[in-house]
């Protein structure tokens, strides 16, 4: 009975009374890091690629950062879009490689700063009224949240900046008997521009003329 019971205490490190037991060693190698780490900015977003390591035991990779939750993606997905992102804030992100055992590795980081790079409808109904020496610009506004301004250029004269609000701008000091050609771009407030309407007048002397669009 006293051997038997001293047989028991033993199983731990005999795999039979007698024969000696090995323990199969913890794995504590952590997979490599990805590679090819990219960050693509967006509009309150950024979306992350990589290439995912080739160890056999590699299982998903961790997303972290500065202001984000950590995200985990499962092997075989090699990108993801963080969104909910502050346009005009810098991120950096940390994709770290975890292995079925849940050893992880050092890491490959990425910054990205998301931005709206959407530019604001253009302006409707535009239209250009000739006067003497002037010409009066008018138009309608875009309905985008972010719009800000219009910008008014022409060849040979300063660009104008009118606020949001606004919707006609005298442009004054020119030639009569002239032809102007007058571009009216809508801008937001990340200064993303439409690409341009136009509207053309001639100065006259005298009385106002009648509406060019």
């Known amino acids: 009975m006293k051997n038997f019971v001293l047989c028991l205490l033993a199983v731990s490190l005999m795999s039979a009374c007698g024969s000696p037991f090995v323990p199969t060693p913890a794995d504590t190698t952590p997979p490599a890091n990805v590679t090819g780490l990219t960050a693509a900015p967006g509009d309150g977003r950024v979306t992350l690629s990589w290439t ?24 075989g997905t090699t990108t993801r879009v963080i969104a909910g992102l502050v346009n005009g804030t810098t991120y950096t992100f ?12 050092a890491g490959a980081t990425a910054t990205a700063r998301p931005a709206d790079t959407t530019p604001p409808g253009n302006v ?13 610009l008018g138009w309608i506004s875009p309905t985008d949240p972010d719009f800000a301004s219009v ?21 004054s000091g020119l030639n ?20 341009g309407l136009i509207a053309s007048a001639t100065p006259k002397a005298g009385s106002f003329g009648a509406i060019i669009y």
Not at 124 to 136: E, F, M, Q, R
């Open 52 to 75: 995912a390591p080739s160890d056999a035991d590699f299982s998903s990779v961790e997303i972290s950062g500065s202001g984000i939750t950590t995200v985990t993606v499962t092997a």
């Open 94 to 105: 940390t994709v770290k490689s975890v292995d079925a055992t849940g050893n992880k590795s």
């Open 124 to 136: 409707i109904a535009l239209h250009a009224t000739p006067g003497d020496g002037i010409v009066v």
């Open 151 to 171: 910008e008014i250029s022409a060849s040979g004269m300063t660009t104008v900046a009118v606020p949001k609000g606004t919707t006609s701008w005298t442009i």
């Open 176 to 195: 009569n008997d002239t032809l102007y050609t007058f571009t009216v771009t809508s801008v937001d407030t990340s200064e993303n521009r439409a690409d």
